[in-house]
T-cell receptor, first 118, second 113 residues
Framework: NAGVTQTPKFRVLKTGQSMTLLCAQD?????MYWYRQDPGMGLRLIHY???????AKGEVPDGYNVSRLKKQNFLLGLESAAPSQTSVYFC?????????????????FGSGTQLSVL | GENVEQHPSTLSVQEGDSAVIKCTYS??????FPWYKQELGKGPQLIID?????GEKKDQRIAVTLNKTAKHFSLHITETQPEDSAVYFC????????????FGSGTQLTVLP
């Protein structure tokens, strides 16, 4: 049981390049999330998914796209990378507790992807 | 807008002493308040949480207190050890953001031997 696995762990891009970050979870969780972590700003939600085939915008979605074609995978894409997207990206997953309520669920995080855009 | 403020941003304590980290939130409807610990090079991990119908919760050397009237909650670590050194994040679900767990800005705790 690996939990939440992110690939790659490190990546350097030039401005304008594109890339996809992959997140995979083996816990059969319904919900998956992408966060970015910047110094002094905590973790900010980019996009999330409440199930296979569904996605929704978070707090900072601009410049990113996501897809959830399979329940276990959640992809984060950068179509045209900008220096402002230099950050550490974390994927997380969770399962709904009783009644499908979302307000008390435990998030399981991956180990992160360090992305630098030059 | 709705947010979660966390203080201090850095905290150094001597091994064996206590550490306290405080967070305030703006939404009186918030009802769930988790704390996550992030060790160097790893993702955050839930260490304790509290719901709005409880004023305090303890788990060994860790405790969380909640004051709903004042809209603040705190993490207390007693008898600190070097392995407690990490970044700690508080969080809360804010109204209008059913799936958005809003995090504080983090506290770098250093336990000095």
């Amino acid at each position: 049981n690996a939990g939440v696995t992110q690939t790659p762990k490190f990546r350097v891009l030039k401005t304008g390049q594109s890339m996809t970050l992959l997140c995979a979870q083996d816990m059969n969780h319904e919900y998956m999330y992408w966060y970015r972590q910047d110094p002094g700003m905590g973790l900010r939600l980019i996009h999330y998914s409440v199930g296979e085939g569904t996605t929704a915008k978070g707090e900072v979605p601009d410049g990113y796209n996501v897809s959830r074609l399979k329940k276990q995978n959640f992809l984060l894409g950068l179509e045209s990378a900008a220096p402002s997207q230099t950050s550490v990206y974390f994927c997380a997953s969770s399962y709904p507790l009783s009644g499908g309520l979302a307000t008390n669920e435990k998030l399981f995080f991956g180990s992160g992807t360090q992305l630098s855009v030059l | 807008g709705e947010n979660v403020e966390q203080h201090p941003s850095t905290l150094s304590v001597q091994e064996g002493d206590s550490a306290v980290i405080k967070c305030t939130y703006s939404d009186s409807a918030s009802n769930y308040f988790p704390w996550y610990k992030q060790e160097l090079g790893k993702g955050p991990q839930l260490i304790i949480d509290i719901r709005s119908n409880v004023g305090e919760k303890k788990d060994q050397r860790i405790a969380v207190t909640l004051n709903k009237t004042a809209k603040h909650f705190s993490l207390h670590i007693t008898e600190t050890q070097p392995e407690d050194s990490a970044v700690y994040f508080c969080a809360a679900y804010l109204s209008g953001s059913a799936r958005q767990l809003t995090f504080g800005s983090g506290t770098q705790l250093t336990v000095l031997p």
